[in-house]
Antibody
């Protein structure tokens, strides 16, 4: 079965760090465009970052310089390292597979909640 | 960077047809994709490309595009179609970003 499972969310103080993981099954992470998308409580979807199959990475302006997307091919797992967290980073974080270069995400994880609060 | 604009809310009578629109400059270069999201659940892709439905998506869902506007049409809306709908596309600024619309809350009356 093709699926994505995110872990690593939780409550973290402002300025802290957290690493999210997204374990894939049924397909190979390194052969696909993989993204993180977040959704603040009661708000819409916001694209966060992408890693291409070739390894290039790109970030939304709101997280650039603070977040790092990466993958472990041996574990077939995607990561999002989040540093210098702010209250406005509070959201459900989804990992998603892009099926084409136009941004169509066909497989989504169930999401993991990150709450940044003191 | 690009932006995509959606109406915040739309309603439709049970069994009728509804169109949800998405406007933005990036849609002149890239197709929109459409997602359905129900409360507490992850988004589900319902339309991608010119007018393609992933396996398992009912054929009452269809997509179209003209100029800077993409549309999602539900022909014969069902109660289970009540949800939030989001469009997205690649950003046309050349920055490799992806943009999402603000979402449309669909109410089936």
């Amino acid at each position: 079965e093709v699926q994505l499972v995110e872990t690593g969310g939780g409550l973290i103080q402002p300025g802290g760090s957290l690493r999210l993981s997204c374990a894939a099954s049924g397909f190979t992470v390194s052969s696909n465009y993989m993204s993180w998308v977040r959704q603040a409580p009661g708000k819409g979807l916001e694209w966060v970052s992408v890693i291409y199959s070739g390894g290039s990475t790109y970030y939304a302006d709101s997280v650039k310089g603070r977040f790092t997307i990466s993958r472990d091919n041996s574990k077939n797992t995607l990561y999002l390292q989040m540093n210098s967290l702010r209250a406005e980073d509070t959201a459900v974080y989804y990992c998603a597979r892009a099926m084409d270069h136009e941004g169509a995400f066909d497989i989504w994880g169930q999401g993991t909640m990150v709450t940044v609060s003191s | 960077s690009s932006e995509l604009t959606q109406d915040p809310a739309v309603s439709v009578a049970l069994g009728q047809t509804v169109r949800i629109t998405c406007q933005g400059d990036s849609l002149r270069s890239y197709y929109a994709s459409w997602y359905q999201q129900k409360p507490g659940q992850a988004p589900v892709l319902v339309i991608y490309g010119k007018n393609n439905r992933p396996s398992g998506i009912p054929d009452r869902f269809s997509g179209s595009s003209s100029g800077n506007t993409a549309s999602l049409t539900i022909t014969g809306a069902q109660a289970e179609d009540e949800a939030d709908y989001y469009c997205n596309s690649r950003d046309s600024s050349g920055n490799h970003h992806v943009v999402f619309g603000g979402g449309t809350k669909l109410t089936v009356l």
